[in-house]
């Protein structure tokens, strides 16, 4: 029987990836209101890893002007990224490969920005 080609190795970069399954960004909406990420996103992350797989972060905003949505998180000051680490440090103990989605919401943004500026 031939073998499913999602769950062949890949190498990605310096990444060795058992499998071809990645988790898909999805904007949770679990932030506060100041763009730090819940600390249960350490659970639902590191539940979602296997050795040696990709996991890709949901929409984390990397500027205050690019927040298109509420309660997403942000990755632009120092306590944002303090909240990550724990996350990320999750993902990794189970042996799994964390990437962030950086996230600029622009046209929603763009809107406020220019009502902001230009009156």
Same mark, same amino acid.
């Given at each position: 029987? &031939? ?5 062949? +190795? ?28 819940? +600390? ?6 590191? &539940?979602?890893?296997?050795?040696? /797989?990709?996991?890709? /972060? ?5 500027? +205050? ?20 680490? +724990? ?27 220019? &009502?902001?500026? &230009?009156?």
């Amino acid at each position: 029987m &031939e073998k499913d080609p999602l769950q062949t +190795p890949f190498k990605l970069s310096s990444h060795k990836l058992e499998h071809r399954v990645v988790l898909a960004p999805m904007t949770r909406m679990r932030a506060s209101d100041t763009g730090i990420v819940h +600390p249960r996103a350490a659970e639902y992350y590191s &539940e979602r890893t296997t050795p040696n /797989s990709l996991l890709i /972060s949901e929409g984390v905003v990397i500027h +205050p002007r690019g927040r298109g949505f509420p309660n997403t998180p942000g990755l632009y000051n120092n306590e944002q990224v303090q909240a990550w680490k +724990p996350i990320t440090q999750a993902v990794k103990e189970k042996g799994g490969v964390f990437f962030a989605q950086l996230w600029q919401a622009s046209l929603p943004s763009l809107r406020l920005i220019k &009502e902001r500026f &230009e009156g």
